[in-house]
């Protein structure tokens, strides 16, 4: 038995934590499917799904055994040995995706570090240094370490923390003639979410992935596509790229993938894999067996015909009571996104105002999340029920009626 444990509380936070995060009121203790549990026993549901990653909800049986299971075998034993769940999750995901080879780590970041530094790494090895450049997107998302902040488009991210890493430009999102004008020859990779997250749930173009999929082949570029969002099931499919038809050299995995417990998963082709030799890159914790096995859980019910059919069916639920209820009280004009990753744009006179949104529904008990100032995002489990679908939409139009009264 653990021993008793001090009493805390959310006042707690401004007094031993670093300022960088501002937390809502209460302080959730307690989940279970699509339901959570605050201090003072109030019970809300969960359409935040802890910003895309709790897949299968909270306290999923098969998550909770597995990882119960691993507890009593091996927690860890770093990268001067392999481990089974880590063997086993690699050929999961070889198996079900375009990828021949695995590198497992601990955050989306992480995953994204490790592209990038991959598709440096073979421009280098097959062109010479001169071939460096990366192409990201304007507001893109890819993580918050220095790299990452880098080629993400968000300099309020970036910027004030010295100098950053170069080579790195930025065009705007779907538009493909800005991608033409800046590719060339010393591209070493383009860089895109499917869907762009963080910066509001817009989706690519087919005709935009596509195309950057023929540009990065003229051009010796490799294509990345950060799925850290995207993939393990949110879009209906596996991955986004699947999605859409278009497969990119290099694929990010982390959020989803482990539904709560942190991994992180760089997914590539055999022929560039074999650039990161023995010592070129690493970590201590990647690919630790209690998170593998975890990760292997969620992939083995996510990656089946009824749950991602279910999440396909879920968004048409989700989308046609939020497309009703932005109507009705002129609070969006638009419901967008793939399967359960949905983003609410807001109307004009709300423009700016996600976070009132985002309080308002907290009041009525519901969790939900903002994907910049002007879109609020719905990234619930995917397997949440029916019931506590419309539940919950009960409870945003409670919000919503409220908010716009006042
Ligand atoms: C969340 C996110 C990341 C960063 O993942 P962390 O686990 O927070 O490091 C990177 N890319 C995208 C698209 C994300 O949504």
Redesign the pocket.
């Known amino acids: 038995m653990s021993a008793p444990q001090a009493p805390v509380q959310r006042a707690d936070f401004d007094q031993v934590m670093v300022p960088n995060y501002a937390p809502a009121a209460f302080i959730p203790v307690r989940g279970a499917g699509s339901r959570v549990w605050d201090q003072a026993g109030r019970e809300l549901i969960d359409f935040a799904g802890g910003?895309a990653v709790n897949v299968l909800g909270h306290a999923h049986p098969a998550l909770v055994g597995a990882l119960t299971e691993q507890a009593n075998k091996l927690w860890h034993v770093s990268n001067v040995f392999t481990n089974e769940p880590a063997l086993r999750l690699a050929h999961k995901l070889v198996d079900a995706t375009f990828a021949d080879r695995a590198f497992f780590c601990n955050?989306?970041?992480e995953a994204?570090e490790a592209a990038f530094k991959l598709a440096r790494r073979v421009a280098h090895d097959r062109f010479g240094p001169e071939k460096h450049e990366i192409i990201a997107t304007v507001n893109s998302?890819?993580?918050?370490t220095l790299f990452t902040v880098s080629v993400g488009g968000q300099p309020k991210y970036s910027d004030g923390f010295g100098p950053k890493i170069t080579g790195i430009s930025h065009v705007p999102y779907n538009d493909l003639e800005a991608l033409k004008a800046q590719i060339s020859d010393k591209t070493c990779a383009v860089v895109i979410?499917p869907i762009q997250?963080?910066s509001g749930v817009v989706p690519a173009d087919i005709a935009y992935l596509q195309g950057a999929r023929e540009l990065c082949n003229k051009h010796n570029a490799l294509l990345i596509f950060?799925e850290?969002?995207t993939g393990v099931g949110r879009t209906g499919s596996l991955f986004a790229y699947q999605h859409y038809g278009v497969t990119p050299d290099i694929l990010s995995s982390?959020?989803s993938l482990g539904g709560g417990f942190p991994i992180?998963a760089m997914l590539t082709t055999e022929d560039l894999a074999k650039h990161l030799t023995v010592g070129t890159h690493g970590t201590t914790y990647g690919g630790n067996p209690l998170a593998c096995a975890v990760a292997n859980a969620v992939l083995d019910i996510v990656n089946t015909p009824e749950v991602l059919a279910g999440v396909k069916a879920k968004h048409e639920r989700f989308k046609k009571r939020l497309e009703q209820i932005g109507e009705k009280y002129g609070l969006f004009t638009q419901v967008r996104g793939v399967g359960l990753l949905i983003g609410c744009v807001l109307s004009e006179a709300w423009k700016g105002k996600a976070k009132e949104v985002f309080n308002a529904a907290e009041k009525e008990n519901l969790m939900v999340l903002q994907a910049g100032p002007d879109v609020v995002r719905f990234a619930p489990s995917l397997v949440v029920e029916d019931a506590d679908i419309d539940e919950g939409l009960d409870r945003f139009e409670r919000a919503a009626a409220k908010l716009t009264q006042a």
Do not use: L, Y
């Not at 998302?141 to 918050?144: E, K, V, Y």
């Open positions: 910003i955050s989306g970041a994204n998302f890819h993580g918050r979410e997250g963080e950060d850290v969002q982390a959020k992180g």
